[in-house]
């Protein structure tokens, strides 16, 4: 419980019209519903229940796929990144999680440890964006290794694409590698797609697609406009409320550093929200924010638990009045712009003392 005013909420309905409009899209294609952090910042306790539709969920950790479980998730759980260490085996048989194996020392590992079990088992393709991965000139003697040494229920083959926004090149240059080094690729079950692949390159949609910040509601460019036609909407709604009014005279600043001043006479309002809320503290003086039916600007330098506001076009605004940070309004890709990094950054760093509440 708090009794600052800033809230987070999350629109079940935007989520479920999200999901949809994927599912229309990719059509038979399953969808991995991806999870990690913390569900880009909308608490995964909150997000999993709505989404039960997925075909499966993906995390980065351990702690992820066993809240699922221990929250009633019977469908399949895939971990991002595999396993890190010998032990983490147990549980991965332990829960019936689907790992993904991207070096010779996971393979060592896994062969090493004995199982009656079979496992599901994503190869990670290194095809262009060189952080994990197997060289696709590998891939056939990696399979072959695996098959000889683990039991397998089924293999999948995945990779990550660099670069899939609408106009890219690169998509199908990664294809064409795979294609070109794995020769049987088809016969295996195939994960390629990301958000941005999944709305804009549906050849690369195969067998199962990996789904995450477009089920929030923001752009995988970071540009709004980009899927504005989609009828995608933002899942989550940042606000506050005033919690002061200044009167400001003309040549006097606002906030740390004084490095906003004023010209002429300007009433502001004070925003309980601040970098220790997730709010960026780098973000310019451009950036809007919505109260009572109008945009007006952030003023000044964000603070740890306040931001200003002008309120010069709006005088009646009052201690008391809601403000939307970000949501339908506000779209916090263009939030992020301001503060040059991505909608997914803000999402996650949304901090922990923020209360978030479902809404429908």
């Known amino acids: 419980m708090t009794t600052r005013p800033i809230l987070a909420t999350i629109n079940s309905n935007a989520l479920k019209n999200n999901f949809k409009i994927i599912k229309n899209i990719v059509g038979k294609s399953k969808i991995w519903s991806v999870l990690k952090a913390n569900a880009y910042g909308h608490g995964i306790k909150n997000i999993f229940p709505i989404l039960k539709k997925s075909d499966g969920f993906a995390v980065l950790t351990l702690e992820e796929a066993i809240i699922l479980r221990k929250n009633g998730c019977n469908k399949p759980i895939l971990l991002l990144e595999g396993f890190f260490s010998k032990k983490d085996l147990y549980l991965i048989y332990k829960y019936y999680l689907t790992i993904t194996i991207h070096n010779k020392w996971q393979m060592k590992i896994l062969i090493q440890y004995k199982s009656y079990y079979p496992l599901n088992i994503y190869i990670k393709i290194n095809s262009g ?57 088809r016969n295996f079950t195939c994960s390629f797609a990301n958000s941005a692949a999944t709305l804009w390159h549906s050849y690369t949609h195969y067998d199962w697609i990996r789904v995450g910040i477009v089920l929030y ?3 995988p460019t970071g540009n709004w406009k980009d899927i504005s036609k989609k009828k995608i909407q933002p899942v989550m709604t940042l606000k506050s409320k005033i919690i002061s009014i200044q ?28 970098y220790a809320d997730g709010y960026p503290k780098n973000i310019n003086n451009e950036t809007f924010v919505f109260i ?26 009052k201690i008391g009045n809601s403000v939307e940070l970000w949501g339908n309004n506000i779209k916090i890709d263009n939030v992020a712009k301001s503060a040059n990094t991505t909608g997914y950054e803000l999402m996650c760093s949304l901090s922990q003392r923020v209360p978030r509440q479902i809404i429908k």
């Not at 999948?156 to 990664?174: E, I, P, R």
């Not at 009167?247 to 601040?274: E, F």
């Open 129 to 185: 964006m060189n952080r994990l991965g197997f060289l696709p000139k590998n891939i056939n003697n990696i399979i072959n290794i695996l098959k000889a040494n683990v039991n397998i229920q089924n293999i999948t083959l995945m990779t990550h694409f660099a670069d899939a926004s609408k106009n890219s090149h690169s998509v199908f240059k990664q294809l064409k590698i795979i294609k070109k080094n794995i020769y049987n690729y």
């Open 217 to 219: 509601g923001a752009s």
């Open 247 to 274: 009167k400001i005279k003309s040549g006097q600043t606002i906030g740390y550093n004084c490095t906003y001043s004023v010209k002429t006479k300007r009433k502001i309002g004070i925003i309980a929200c601040g």
């Open 292 to 317: 009572k039916g109008i945009k007006t600007k952030i003023l000044g330098n964000i603070c740890m638990d306040m931001l200003a506001i002008d309120l010069k076009n709006i005088p009646t605004a």
